[in-house]
Each structure stands twice: as C-alpha cells, then as structure tokens.
C-alpha cells in the first residue's frame, strides 16, 4: 500500500472508529471515566482527520493540536469539585471561542512559543466542533451569548465524510500528478532540521 493508499485508510478508519465509539457513547450512560476512555480517542482521530484533511504536514502543529484537541476536556475538572464552570449548567465556558482568543492572544505575546500556542488554539476549535454535535452542545460565544449552540449529529458525521473525501480527492490527484510524468524523479530535498 501506498502512502497516499494508507492515508486514505486511514482516514476511512478514523471515520469508522468514530461512529463505533459514538454508537458506544449513545448504547447507555456510562461512568464519568468510561465515557472519556470513549470520547478522548473520538476527539483526537475527529481532530486528525480534519488537520489531515486541512493538508497540515508539520508534525509539530499536528502534536500540539491533538494536545489541544483533548487538554480542553480538563475544564470539566472543577465541574466534579463543585465549582459552577458552565454557564446554564451545559459544558463549562471554556468550550468556546474564548479559549481560543485567549490562547491567540497568548501566542502573540510570547513569540518564543507562538507555533504550539496557535496549534494549541486549532485544537480546542478541532474539539469544539465534535462537541457541538453532542450532549448540550457548547456555549460557542460566551461570555457574549451564555446559551449553549448544538447541531444535529448528522452535521458532525457530514463533516467527517467531507473530510475523508478531500483526503481521498487529494491522495487521487497527487497519484495522477505522479502517473502523468512517470520518467521523471523528484530530486530530494535536503532534510532539514525543525526548530523548537
Ligand atoms: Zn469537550
């Protein structure tokens, strides 16, 4: 298999995997620790599947963004210590854009670690979008709208098969782009060394 074979592969299992965990998460209520041994690895194969889609390559934003993509999920945290972090009793305030701004702004200030803030960033959006289609929903633009935004969970499936569409659209073109001129090699690039 190809690379560009195993990525739409892996693409089509990510997709797979999510809805086999989704079913799992839906078949009954489970325990706080159950449903995040579920959810987790959904969050984080939602959020490759959309970097991979996106044609995100580095590995560095790719890592941080998956951080992102699951470090969000510790603001409920407080929610089990007794603290009053949601707005409207829904996921806490932090599962919207202020999260976001926030971890923007902060990437702006410190310049030194700009790169893994704004993948930080991506990532909490990336999560965001698979919340939206489950449980309450998120409170997407607290503190200017306390309400909390849900869409059908169809929308979030739609999404995914948009997104392994696009990689399979993409490995397809690539794949034609190297039949069409098979004499010719590509010359190697020098490795290079990322920093930070
Ligand atoms: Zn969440």
Redesign the pocket.
């Known amino acids: 298999m190809t690379g560009r074979a195993g990525t739409v592969a892996g693409a089509l299992a990510a997709l797979a995997a999510v809805v086999v965990l989704d079913l799992a998460l839906a078949a009954r209520s489970w325990s706080v620790p159950v449903e995040a041994v579920l ?1 987790e690895p959904a ?1 984080l194969l939602t959020a490759w599947l959309l970097l991979t889609a996106a044609g995100v390559r580095s590995r560095q934003v790719v890592a941080w963004a998956l951080a992102g993509a699951v470090l ?2 510790l603001d ?1 945290l407080p929610i089990y210590a007794g603290f009053a972090v949601t707005a409207g009793g829904g ?1 806490p305030v932090s ?1 919207s854009v202020t999260a976001v701004l926030v971890l923007l702004v902060a990437a702006g200030v410190w310049r030194a670690q700009r790169t893994r803030l704004a993948a930080l960033a991506l990532g909490v959006v990336l ?2 979008v ?2 939206l289609g489950s449980g309450p929903g ?1 409170p997407v633009l607290w503190p200017w709208l306390s309400d909390s935004l849900r869409v059908p969970y169809a929308v979030g499936l739609a999404v995914l098969v948009a997104a392994v569409a696009v990689v399979a659209v993409r490995a397809w073109r690539d794949g034609a782009g190297t039949t069409a001129s098979p004499g010719r090699t590509t010359p190697g690039s020098p490795p290079h060394r990322q920093a930070g």
Do not use: G, Q
């Open positions: 959810d969050h969000i999920d409920h996921r599962h999560h965001l698979r919340d998120v």
